[in-house]
Every structure is written in structure tokens, then in C-alpha cells.
Nanobody, 122 residues
Framework: QVQLVESGGGLVQPGGSLRLSCASS????????????IDWYRQAPGKQRELVAIVTSGGMSNYTDSVKGRFTISRDNAKNTVDLQMNSLRPEDTAVYYC????????????WGQGTQVTVSS
């Protein structure tokens, strides 16, 4: 059962912006979502899936070097969402973006969303 759902992908011109959102798709997982570490990954055609950004349950974040200064990850525990604000987009940012939740309570788990397509092209 898919526990996460992504939204906000689409087609944008180079230099443009998009905001992706990740949310729990089930009421059962919603209470766990807010204590999970949430990652955003992306996978471009013919390439391996790569980690883009991380936010912990406490709000600490980190980014892969290629997106630092352009992408911002944030979480709203009241809404049970984690957003990825993407600015100054480049053609090389084109990929399917996946939300990933992981944690250890009540047992070790990790869940993936089904992905959302981001295409940066003129």
C-alpha cells in the first residue's frame, strides 16, 4: 500500500520554479509521517536515483551539492506535508522526483511515493 503521494510536478522553462509537495496518503501513516525523516530523490532517464534533499523530524535539512542555494526543503507537521521549493531550474534537473519516508518507530520502515515528473525545457 502506497503511503506517500507527491504533487506539483510539471513542465517549466529554464530559470523557472516549481514547488513539489509530499503528503501521507493514509490516515494510519499520518501520525508516523511527522516523526519520519523525509527525503526527496530524483531519477533522470538512464541514470541512477539520487538523493536531492533531506529533512529530519526536527527540521534539520541537507542538500546534494548540485541543488544547494536553489532548492529548499521544508516540512509542516500540522499539515503533514514536506515541500521541495525548486528555483532557478536547469534542464539537468529534469527527472522523476520521489518522496521517501524512513524511520525506526514502531519498527524500521521506509516508504516511497510513486513519483512526479519534473521537466525543465524551453
Amino acid at each position: 500500500q502506497v503511503q506517500l503521494v507527491e504533487s506539483g510536478g510539471g513542465l517549466v522553462q529554464p530559470g523557472g520554479s516549481l514547488r513539489l509537495s509530499c503528503a501521507s496518503s493514509t490516515n494510519i501513516f499520518r501520525s508516523i509521517f511527522r516523526i519520519s525523516t523525509i527525503d526527496w530523490y530524483r531519477q533522470a532517464p538512464g541514470k541512477q536515483r539520487e538523493l536531492v534533499a533531506i529533512v529530519t523530524s526536527g527540521g534539520m535539512s541537507n542538500y546534494t551539492d548540485s541543488v544547494k542555494g536553489r532548492f529548499t526543503i521544508s516540512r509542516d507537521n500540522a499539515k503533514n506535508t514536506v515541500d521541495l521549493q525548486m528555483n532557478s531550474l536547469r534542464p539537468e534537473d529534469t527527472a522523476v522526483y520521489y518522496c521517501h519516508a524512513r524511520g525506526t518507530w514502531p519498527k524500521v520502515y521506509d516508504h516511497w511515493g510513486q513519483g512526479t515528473q519534473v521537466t525543465v525545457s524551453s
